[in-house]
């Protein structure tokens, strides 16, 4: 297997749709002597040369620095030229999960920090260059590749540092082996956790403290790449009908199951214009555990009603509206969709409209009851709370490095401020679903044990589904027949890390 065909899969792993499919392999383009891909060889007349490394490691090396100063790497992307896109987005995300490991390197090869510019196309060459064990093809480009194109960059950008680039990465490969081992060397509470793991201490060490048993999986998990999941829109077709749709347009997919009975997970990520009725509405992409979030609001659940026809629901914290739709899609709900960022709210718009579905939308701090409230009390609440983002590191590899350890107070005071200003709008017998897509306890079980000590007509009630800290491991981090590391993990939700990592309580309001 060529090093171009890895290239093509880490893009495939990519959810983002625009470009995809312009960009080929980049050894198509500069070198002759590259073997020929599986994308090429499915690709009998490729319309475009995909663009030259040289030029893709400039952008990656821009957008790592830019991350390393608190930049969102969406933002930089959304920013970056559209040819050279979907290479960026691969590549970046490829050095951002290997970030700890190329500072640890540039620490011990250049220990005087070169100028940012040249730090971060070594930062970037460095990471390329990490052996990952996989073998030969293992790499996403040829070692001399990198150092060729690496150089060539410099060159462009800062001329009188070529050559020094050019004897850091030569020295790196002729050391790689020890390197590694030294850089990794990791004694608890050590550097080398840092470069190991490629996650900030802090974070690493808050992983230890709420999963004793898993957090090094959970690091691990981390740095893999997700599954392509969709959410089938159960208003326009069953699940195995669509299952179908696509098997008719040769992409591979299976049913998750009864935990997610919307959903259908990707052999490989595709992008959405090759979706059959896509821009019909047929079909959304969304994460399976995200896909939870809709059921355990609008429908039965152990002593939990179904919501009737024309329910009054209030989605606290909407946008971009992938729960949002789907709630839509289960039920005929009276829907208020509210989101503090107008920007993104315009977004849930936009979503709704390619679903054929409506709901009212405020733009408005969900906490400041008394400018959005009309006083009807609400049947069901969904608080789908900002957090941390700890549980969907996988498909957002900068935010571990963006995340500063103060933010998690932050966003937990938040959170507990969007519960305590909620509930009072909920009606008694209706349920509120507290929902964060984090795997730090503050943000989840913790959160939500001290919400139960504050409201005294709130209830948790035990449930069949799952509910609680949803961990991004086969088997929800149990081992298959061994006992759970933690409770909640009892309802696991398959053998496959399938499920990002999320956190979901029902909360229902004690009857009059
Ligand atoms: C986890 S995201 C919601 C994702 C969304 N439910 C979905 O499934 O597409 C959290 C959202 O909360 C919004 N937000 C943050 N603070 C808020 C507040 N005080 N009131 C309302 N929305 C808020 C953010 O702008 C962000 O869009």
Request: glycine letters at 6%; one cysteine or more; charged letters at 20%.
């Amino acid at each position: 297997m060529g090093h171009c065909v890895r290239i093509a899969k880490s893009l495939q792993c990519q959810v983002l749709p625009a470009g995809l499919e312009g960009l080929l392999p980049y050894t198509e383009a500069v070198s002759p002597t590259a073997k020929p891909s599986s994308v090429a060889s499915s690709s009998p007349a490729p319309a475009k040369l995909a663009p030259p490394l040289h030029k893709l490691l400039l952008q990656v090396a821009d957008a790592v620095q830019a991350v390393r100063a608190g930049r969102s790497l969406t933002e930089l992307l959304a920013q970056c030229p559209a040819e050279l896109r979907p290479g960026t987005q691969s590549l970046s995300f490829h050095v951002l999960r290997h970030l700890g490991a190329a500072e640890a390197l540039r620490a011990v090869l250049a220990p005087k920090s070169p100028p940012p510019k040249v730090e971060g196309l070594l930062l970037t060459a460095l990471a390329l260059l990490w052996d990952q064990g996989g073998g030969p093809g293992s790499a996403p480009y040829a070692d001399h590749t990198v150092v060729d194109q690496a150089v060539s960059a410099v060159r462009k950008r800062m001329p009188a540092s070529a050559g020094f680039v050019n004897a850091v990465l030569r020295r790196f490969l002729r050391e790689r082996a020890d390197l590694q081992a030294q850089v990794t060397a990791a004694e608890a509470g050590t550097a080398g956790e840092v470069a190991r793991y490629n996650h900030p201490r802090w974070w690493i060490e808050k992983l230890q403290a709420d999963w004793p048993e898993v957090w090094d999986q959970l690091l691990l998990a981390n740095n893999s790449h997700p599954p392509m999941t969709l959410r089938v829109n159960a208003r326009q077709g069953s699940t195995a009908e669509y299952l179908q749709r696509l098997q008719a347009a040769g992409i591979a997919a299976r049913v998750l199951g009864p935990l997610a009975p919307q959903a259908l997970v990707l052999e490989r990520a595709v992008p959405v214009s090759s979706l059959p009725g896509f821009a019909e509405g047929a079909v959304s992409v969304q994460d399976a555990a995200a896909q939870l979030a809709g059921p355990l609001t609008v429908l039965a659940q152990d002593g939990l009603p179904a919501l009737p026809a024309g329910a009054r629901v209030l989605d606290a914290c909407s946008a971009p509206g992938g729960k949002t739709a789907h709630l839509l899609e289960l039920a005929d709900l009276d829907l208020l969709a509210l989101d503090s960022d107008a920007q993104r709210l315009s977004r849930v718009q936009d979503n709704l409209q390619r679903l054929g579905q409506q709901a009212q939308l405020k733009a408005v701090d969900a906490r400041d009851t008394a400018s959005w409230w009309d006083g009807r009390l609400f049947d069901a609440i969904l608080l789908d709370a900002p957090c941390s983002a700890s549980g969907i590191v996988r498909r957002h590899p900068d935010v571990r490095w963006l995340r500063r350890p103060s933010d998690i107070a932050q966003l937990a005071a938040i959170q507990a401020q969007l519960l305590d200003a909620l509930w009072p709008l909920l009606k008694p017998g209706g349920r509120l679903v507290y929902a964060t897509c984090s795997l730090f306890k503050a943000e989840g079980e913790q959160q939500v044990d001290a919400f139960l000590q504050r409201q005294s007509d709130a209830l948790r009630p035990a449930l069949q589904a799952v509910t609680g800290h949803l961990l991004p491991l086969a088997h929800n981090g149990a081992p298959p027949d061994g006992a759970p590391p933690d409770a909640s993990a009892s309802a696991s939700p398959g053998t496959e890390a399938l499920f990002d990592g999320f956190f979901y309580a029902v909360l229902s309001k004690r009857a009059a």
